[in-house]
């Protein structure tokens, strides 16, 4: 890192320490209990105090002009061809940093010059196998490899990874070689999810990379880790810190991008999201699948369905037993597939097999019973001739 390089980031983390410090800006942090949506939020709140000219939040509550302010930058966003959802995400934050801090704006007038958006908005596209496949092809990491079997097996949103971050103590063994593991643990909206022997294989992979380059793994290791060292504000190397949302959003991005992956542009967003389209191709495959129960189905989505959500509770088994009818379909690999197919087979086999048996053990105990009773009645005729 060069001198000049090092200087923009210890200045660009001063102003950052600064805005934090803003009463403004506390006040609306109180609001925001949610890291990644506070993220996201800061994001848009940054952006919007670029284009004031303000050096801080207060200085925005304080304005007489943030009416005028506010209708200046949707209308700008308009004219650069922003859609209208996206204007209404980063002005989100932004409306309630005000209401935070009591400051009145006429949200009506701002929300009526957000322009309608026509036409298919974007990232409604899953994933297919053979897009999974290209990735899987594009990249020799074994942990970028463990994060998209992740993913596409769990069907996880990219904030699952750190709220909180999920550890190795979230992993539970389960039947047909498959993984538990617990989302959102310890929160109202904690569910389980499951990976699939192929998932399970490419994680444990990952597992043995990390213990051989040196890391001593426990339960209270991330199950996803940074590959390179941090340095702390003393100078101190921090090694093996978890992956953070934003290392998520960069690894998946960069992938989908050399794996080649065809997309289509629709304004600023692609058909498939480099995250939700895993999300939308889990979902897709747990809803055709008439067998699996669709109220399950929701849970392993972290859907909340209604009154569904706030009273069904299944268990880890029950929902396991609806997720193992999807593994087939889940699983990427066609030699993976072809030998979850010949098990099943023999496990069919094997069933047919011992119900016949048991059906011919069930005839000859009924034989017995029969040769007994007719036993029984010669006897008593005998004796009463």
């Not at 793994?217 to 940074?226: K, Y």
């Not at 849970?299 to 909340?304: D, R, S, Y």
């Not at 880890?316 to 999807?326: G, N, S, Y």
Request: proline share 3%; with cysteine; hydrophobic share 35%.
């Amino acid at each position: 890192m060069t001198l000049a390089s090092s200087l923009k980031q210890v200045s660009n983390e001063v102003k950052a320490i600064e805005l934090e410090e803003c009463r403004s800006y506390k006040i609306f942090k109180k609001a925001v209990p949610n890291q990644v949506t506070l993220h996201n939020y800061n994001y848009s709140l940054k952006e919007f105090l670029r284009y004031t000219n303000f050096t801080n939040y207060d200085q925005v509550c304080q304005s007489d002009k943030i009416q005028e302010i506010l209708e200046n930058w949707i209308m700008d966003l308009s004219d650069k061809q922003i859609k209208g959802n996206t204007i209404r995400t980063k002005l989100s934050p932004v409306e309630l940093l005000l209401d935070m801090n009591r400051i009145v704006v006429y949200k009506k007038i701002l929300h009526k010059l957000i322009p309608k958006d026509n036409g298919i908005a974007g990232g409604g596209m899953p994933f297919t196998n053979e897009d999974i496949k290209q990735m899987l092809e594009s990249t020799k990491k074994l942990r970028t490899k463990a994060l998209v079997h992740f993913i596409a097996s769990t069907g996880i949103r990219p904030s699952a990874i750190i709220d909180p971050i999920l550890r190795r103590s979230h992993l539970v063994e389960m039947s047909n070689d498959c993984l538990a593991i617990r989302i959102y643990d310890n929160s109202p909206e904690g569910y389980w999810a499951f990976l699939t022997p192929e998932a399970k294989k490419a994680l444990n992979r990952y597992f043995t990379a990390r213990k051989i380059n040196g890391e001593t793994l426990t339960d209270e290791s991330p199950i996803f880790v940074n590959e390179y060292d941090k340095i702390d504000k003393d100078g101190n190397k921090i090694k093996f810190s978890h992956l953070t949302y934003d290392n998520l959003a960069t690894i998946m991005d960069d992938l989908v991008q050399h794996a080649g992956i065809k997309r289509s542009k629709t304004g600023n967003r692609y058909d498939k999201a480099v995250v939700y389209g895993f999300r939308k191709r889990f979902n897709t495959i747990l809803k055709i699948n008439n067998e699996i129960n669709s109220n399950i189905a929701e849970k392993l989505m972290a859907h909340k369905n209604g009154l569904d959500g706030t009273y069904f509770k299944p268990t880890r088994e029950e929902c396991f037993t609806e997720f193992k009818k999807a593994i087939l379909d889940l699983t990427i690999d066609d030699s993976q597939r072809k030998t979850i197919e010949n098990e099943s087979l023999k496990k069919d086999k094997t069933e047919l097999e011992n119900a016949l048996l048991d059906k011919e053990r069930l005839r000859e105990d009924v034989e017995i019973l029969k040769l007994q009773v007719k036993r029984i009645r010669e006897s008593k005729e005998e004796d009463n001739p």
